[in-house]
């Protein structure tokens, strides 16, 4: 090739031939296509080595996709367990809530529609004193809570208020032997004394006279004497009795509605005529009660 350009007349012609029969070829080519499979003979040739070329910057760019990705899937894991975790926290609250306003309004439910307010209590688990029966709540003198007062269970009376400090107050429990509470017959309206026997599963009914209208399976209510407890609220439910061998009472045991065994929760009373001032976050219930 190299003697078809060497200085002399022949190398412009030769030149010049070069040339005619270039674009010759590409005239035909581009008319006729006589080339094209020469070209794609060419092209599968170069395809392995424009691979080869192109290879490290697609590894390099795999490589750094991936690591994003995989930064943004670990970055999109954690956003998603947080809000799961407060989902759940917010979840449990919203069920809290929920079971405590369907114990309040079984609360209410239970009795007649009376003038008082009402606030729930939450019971702190310590242990009380060996002799006595009580338990210790989450509220005192800082939420109004006073000596005396009603405290109730979504299934019935609870016991009653007997000391009260800054922020948490003692209940004594319907079931410790010197609690007494006034009752009546709710069927009859006989009237008499639930008093406490020391056993979570039985009361001592007293003053009830030997010809009685009294039966067993009757219901047991407040009566609302004596100022402490608002009257129609449920105690316990006549289990036995028994004529008196002597004195004119007869032996009547009954069973306490309310779980004393394993209080989870107390609902405050105040009676709209208590010298004690109401908390602010109580209601009428009159109106919708309000759960905390």
Sequence with gaps: MANLFRKGRGGPV???VLVL???GLYLADSRLHLLEGVRGWIMAGLE???RLAT??????RGA???FHSREHLENERARLGQENLLLKTQMQTFWSIQEENKRLRAALKATRPLEQDLLLAEIIPVQSAPLGQTVL???GAHDHVHVGQAALAAEGVLGQVIHVGPQTAEVMLLSDGSHALPVRVARSGQRAIARGTGGMDRLEILHMPNNADVREGDLLVTSGLGG???AGYPVAVVMGIAPAQSGPFASISARPLAPLNDPRE???VWMRDTTAPLPAETKNTDGAAHAH
């Design 64 to 66: 750094s996709e991936s």
């Design 55 to 60: 290879l490290p910057s697609s590894l390099w």
């Design 14 to 16: 030769w030149l010049a």
């Design 266 to 268: 107390v609902i405050l």
């Design 137 to 139: 709540i989450n509220r």
């Design 48 to 50: 392995p080595i424009q």
């Design 228 to 230: 402490g407890f608002p």
């Design 21 to 23: 029969l270039s674009l």
